[in-house]
């Protein structure tokens, strides 16, 4: 009886053990992903009036999730390719567009942003990266088609 008491006691701390650890996952981990982009874009349009690539982000959860820190890349050997800035808020179940159009100026909060880099029409690597600079919340790989 004790050593079936000892299976259970320790099936409970690893039970616990795993709970807890699954409660560290950030809430954009859980929620926010790549829901849709172009990369031959003709029609969108930013608020300049140009016609460039873009990135739809879709935040799939009845919470606000702030992406600042959080990165989007083309390239699965530089992460932290493009930074969000601080705070970029979306609201449950909201969309975000980013237009990829390579613009070198920095992205300020609160405004439509814009990455460094564009998407390829013959298809690349396309991720979302967590605030670590490594963990990978939504990814097209090895390149989207």
């Given at each position: 009886m004790k050593k079936n008491l000892n299976i259970s006691t320790g099936f409970i701390a690893l039970l616990g053990c795993i709970i807890l650890c699954?409660?560290?996952l950030s809430t954009a981990e859980a929620a926010v992903r790549i829901n849709e982009?172009?990369?031959s874009n003709s029609t969108y349009k930013?608020?300049?009036g140009q016609a460039s690539?873009?990135?739809e982000l879709f935040n799939d959860s009845n919470e606000s999730?702030?992406?600042g820190g959080c990165y989007l890349t083309d390239t699965p050997n530089?992460?932290?390719r493009w930074q969000f800035p601080n705070p970029t808020t979306m609201s449950a179940n909201s969309y975000l567009v980013v237009f990829a159009d390579s613009t070198t100026t920095p992205p300020i909060a609160g405004r439509e942003l814009h990455t460094s880099f564009s998407l390829s029409k013959t298809g690349e690597y396309l991720a979302l990266v967590d605030k670590d600079g490594t963990t990978i919340l939504s990814?097209?790989?090895p390149k989207y088609p």
């Open positions: 699954a409660g560290t982009f172009s990369a930013d608020s300049s690539d873009w990135i999730i702030d992406l530089e992460l932290t990814e097209y790989a």
